[in-house]
């Protein structure tokens, strides 16, 4: 790609993994555009230095603390965005988002520092879909392409870990970023029941701080994954043989792996991997109708 000192950087204040994964397509049609690697700046809970290191479209991938503050911290805040943007030398700057302050930031910044700032003012409720738009009203091609071209590695001594073992392996996730979607104990109790006779290891997903989810869960087939990280995890699930749970980051890099998957959805997460391809392969289930859905659920199982 040729060398051009300024940057084109692009901001996504989401804060899921499976959100970063969703804006792939956009990087490398932006990337593709301009024949130059971009910056990124992104929220750290987002984990996109594991999703996208080495990756062929991004050049260095910032963080910032692009959540919402609270109400006494809004001009510090603004204030602080403005001084960590304007520490770069940008041509191009993309906001993804759609939060007042964050566009008010980003517009100082663009005027104090002279590069060109750009964002879709009506954001649709999927993410790919407001991309989708944003890449048509800048004019630039849509490239098709939700998998990021970083290689998973793991660690020999976590891959001599998984010789232990047994096979075939199901992957399950219990947790969303924000905790807006919950399983009942009651219904992963009986998952749990129907996986464990047909099949091997069976991985159970939380993060660190809802590790306490699956505390009940006591059985040497159950291998837990809170302390497992993103490249690891990763990894177990692109080996999985199934894919169960929550429409969350797992879900999604389940999806790019073209693996079966049951997915759960509620009233407050939208199913936004219906837009990946091979949607053919995925199940898709509201968890607030568990009690109705659940003798479909493990049939499918």
Not at 39 to 48: E, L, M
Not at 58 to 87: G, H, Q, T
């Amino acid at each position: 790609m040729k060398f051009n000192k300024k940057k084109i950087c692009i901001v996504i204040p989401h804060k899921g993994i499976g959100d970063i994964i969703f804006h792939n397509f956009f990087i490398k049609s932006i990337s593709k555009f301009y024949n130059k690697k971009i910056t990124i700046f992104v929220n750290s809970s987002t984990k996109a230095n594991h999703i996208y290191k080495n990756n062929r479209y991004v050049e260095k991938i910032v963080f910032m603390n692009l959540k919402r503050p609270k109400k006494i911290f809004y001009i510090l805040k603004i204030i602080k965005i403005i001084f960590e943007v304007s520490k770069y030398d940008i041509n191009h700057l993309y906001y993804t988002g759609n939060s007042k302050w964050h566009i008010l930031s980003f517009k100082i910044a663009s005027i104090i520092k002279g590069f060109h700032f750009k964002y879709v003012k009506k954001r649709k409720k999927l993410i790919i879909q407001h991309l989708i738009d944003f890449l048509k009203q800048i004019s630039v091609k849509y490239v098709n392409s939700y998998i990021p071209e970083s290689n998973i590695k793991i660690s020999k001594k976590f891959r001599k870990k998984l010789k232990n073992f047994k096979k075939p392996w199901i992957f399950l996730s219990v947790d969303t970023s924000e905790n807006q979607i919950t399983i009942p104990n009651n219904l992963l109790v009986k998952i749990l029941e129907k996986l464990k006779k047909k099949n091997g290891q069976i991985f159970i997903n939380t993060n660190r701080s809802n590790s306490f989810k699956t505390k009940f869960l006591k059985d040497k087939q159950i291998i837990k994954t809170d302390k497992f990280n993103i490249s690891e995890i990763s990894y177990i699930i692109k080996n999985s043989k199934l894919f169960v749970g929550n429409e969350s980051g797992p879900a999604v890099i389940a999806s790019l792996f073209c693996k079966k998957n049951i997915i759960f959805f509620s009233n407050n997460v939208l199913p936004e991997t219906k837009m990946m391809p091979f949607k053919s392969k995925r199940k898709y289930f509201k968890i607030t109708n568990y009690n109705k859905n659940s003798r479909a659920i493990l049939n499918i199982i």
